[in-house]
């Protein structure tokens, strides 16, 4: 099994580290990389698989490097150091000299599980496994995450964007490598960022979790709204842990009342056109040198934020209003589906508490 063999500081508490840094089903695979979470701190590790003539080792080295951090979004920054220090473990097992400088230079204080900071450092850790030698597969990891979340999943983001929106708990299967769908869980909660003030204060976060295992079902039980991806197939036959579940691009939930939000209708088809209608042109616009600023990260978080500030806006002010009523112009103002987004709507005056009367009428026979 996986076991942790070297790690600063060493009275840190990385109770199954050695799991969530490595993927069930990484023997398969040449080298990935693996965001997860560990209790209040997040991790990326590199793993990295190389044959050798050793009948200890089963003929295979499997090592993987990570690092804590209390936030993900800089981890990125350290993934050349990561990668660069696994291929190094792998070739020279036992020489960590790399490890503790970068641990010296990067450590700082993290909080404690009730958000004090506290003398423990960030934590540089490197669980090792042998197993037998598996056929290698070629793998490439995308330039931009966003742009490939986009042309995977279609006009699927569609459904994803309301899922994560309503707070669903979304589970994403995947066999390794995966690394890329760690990105998929970061770009779906993406889709529900809203920068209105005092909306929904009672409304739970959306927590990427990244990378989760089966040692994870307890305190995925726990959990009432989060987004996750996994390489163990077990995880669909648990579905009390999941709202929606993710296999490929197919997107499916077994609750009967969300089945409704599964189709796409012609207000999706407009988002989607016009998010690529502003795609194309920000690649224009990159092409000329008119504008190398923007990227198209940014350009796909500001277009869901802006489409989530839009909702979000009118429903407040219809809230504010004598007659609290919102009509099919309302929904079309919104850029929703009178017909096809009213379970939608429904949901969402539900899950954030906004006091609303919905009185789109059902279609008639035309």
Not at 50 to 76: D, N, Q
Not at 234 to 248: A, G, T
Request: proline content about 5%.
């Amino acid at each position: 099994g996986n076991m942790v063999e070297w790690c600063l500081p060493q009275d840190i508490d990385l109770e199954g580290v050695e799991f969530k840094s490595m993927a069930s089903g990484s023997h398969k695979i040449q080298s990935d990389f693996i965001y997860f979470r560990k209790g209040l701190c997040f991790g990326l590790a590199c793993f990295a698989n190389m044959p050798v003539e050793s009948e200890l080792e089963r003929g295979a080295r499997m090592k993987s490097v990570g690092i804590l951090s209390p936030s993900y979004t800089l981890l990125y920054r350290y993934m050349h150091f990561l990668e660069n220090q696994v291929r190094h473990q792998l070739e020279m097992p036992g020489h960590y000299s790399h490890l503790e400088a970068f641990y010296d230079d990067k450590k700082g204080v993290l909080p404690d599980s009730k958000g004090t900071p506290t003398s423990q450092q960030p934590v540089h850790w490197l669980p090792s496994i042998h197993r037998y030698m598996y056929p290698e597969m070629k793998i490439t990891h995308p330039a931009g995450c966003m742009s490939q979340f986009i042309k995977f999943f279609g006009e699927q983001i569609l459904v994803l964007w309301k899922f994560a929106l309503l707070r669903k708990r979304i589970l994403i299967f995947s066999p390794p490598p995966v690394g890329v769908v760690c990105y998929r869980v970061y770009c779906c909660c993406c889709l529900a960022n809203v920068s209105l003030p005092g909306l929904g204060g009672t409304v739970p976060e959306s927590k990427p979790f990244f990378y989760v295992n089966v040692a994870d079902i307890e305190m995925l039980e726990t959990e009432v709204s989060y987004v996750a991806c996994t390489t163990e197939k077990i995880f669909e036959e648990k579905r009390d842990l999941y709202d929606v579940y993710v296999d490929n691009q197919n997107v499916k939930t077994h609750h009967e009342h969300l089945q409704p939000l599964l189709k796409i209708n012609n207000a999706d088809k407009e988002k989607y056109r016009r998010l690529n209608d502003q795609r194309q042109m920000l690649m224009y616009s990159q092409e000329v040198g008119e504008d190398c600023s923007s990227c198209e990260e940014d350009l796909f978080i500001l277009f869901f934020m802006e489409q989530n500030n839009r909702i979000f806006q009118t429903l407040l002010e219809v809230s504010a209003s004598q007659d609290k009523t919102l009509t099919a112009d309302h929904a079309r103002g919104m850029g929703l589906d009178p017909q096809g987004d009213r379970s939608f709507l429904m949901d969402l005056l539900e899950v954030y508490g906004i006091d609303v009367m919905l009185v789109i009428d059902n279609p008639c026979c035309t």
